[in-house]
């Protein structure tokens, strides 16, 4: 079998340390891609040396919806838990750094829109951070690997405004009534590896078109038991968990899977 994570932070401090055992149990698993996401210009440099140093690795740069206004959080005294210490690189710093790598990138991700912690005054310069994101992407015929909290119909609403078809929604927590309406627009999806203990999830698998979804572990998040780290060797529980829903073998699953992810990011898995 051939499968694929589309979402992971390879760079987490949590995780860091035992890069080549996660890697290969990964292998083990039948993983042959993992895409490792930056969230700002700091975590975008180590995803490259990542996947400079591991084949498996390919790099999305991106810019963390709350990374693109979080001096302007702190400036106006808004707590933000991080829980990667050091440098705070600017939003700037971020985008130009996503600029002058782009085609080293297989994606531009993550990106987004995020309502959960950043507060309303500061929407609008997220707004047009992530704008600029976006028409980066787009002229450079990259997909894009969208990261959405409690704003996920703006978020919509500016990627149908700019043009933008080659889109993967990563860990949607929106209603699955707008998840139908975003997949009617040819948008992906990326299910993680909590999927058999979420009911969304499942819901998910169960009635998007298998052509538009994909899988990802978001390691060290969202782990298939609490309490554990997750890492990408995961994925084959999700996709061994769609063989279940769709009452199919395993090895039709890991088809579908290998064909979206050649079709959404234009290269070989």
């Known amino acids: 079998m051939s499968l ?8 987490h401090p949590r ?5 080549p055992e996660i890697l290969a149990r990964a292998q083990a698993a039948g993983v042959t891609a993992i895409i490792s996401n930056g969230l700002n210009a700091a975590d975008n440099r180590r995803v490259l040396e990542l996947a400079r140093e591991h084949p ?3 790099p999305a740069l991106g810019l963390y919806p709350v990374d693109a206004v979080l001096a302007e959080m702190r400036a106006s005294g808004v707590d933000y838990p991080r829980e990667e ?3 705070e690189p600017s939003a700037e710093q971020s985008v130009a750094f996503v600029r002058e790598h782009i085609e080293q990138a297989i994606a531009v991700g993550e990106i987004g829109l995020d309502g959960y912690w950043v507060p309303e005054p500061l929407w609008a310069r997220q707004e047009a951070v992530f704008c600029e994101l976006v028409q980066l992407a787009l002229a450079h015929d990259k997909p894009i690997i969208i990261h959405t909290r409690k704003r996920e119909q703006r978020t919509l609403d500016l990627l149908l405004e700019l043009g933008a078809t080659r889109v993967n929604w990563h860990c949607f927590g929106g209603k699955l009534k707008l998840a139908r309406r975003i997949a009617e627009h040819g948008h992906y999806f990326s299910i993680p590896a909590n999927a058999r203990r979420s009911e969304s999830f499942t819901r998910m698998l169960q009635s998007l078109p298998r052509e538009q979804l994909l899988f990802e572990t ?3 998040y969202l782990a298939p038991q609490p309490g554990q780290d997750s890492e990408p060797a995961h994925v084959a529980l999700t996709a061994s968990f769609a063989a279940e829903l769709w009452q199919c073998e395993p090895a039709a699953v ?16």
């Open 4 to 11: 694929s994570d589309v979402h992971a932070h390879l760079t």
């Open 15 to 19: 995780l860091r340390e035992r890069l």
């Open 56 to 58: 498996l690795i390919r």
């Open 85 to 87: 210490t050091g440098p």
């Open 218 to 220: 978001d390691c060290p």
């Open 254 to 269: 890991a088809e579908q899977n290998q064909r979206n992810f050649e079709r959404l990011f234009a290269q070989p898995m």
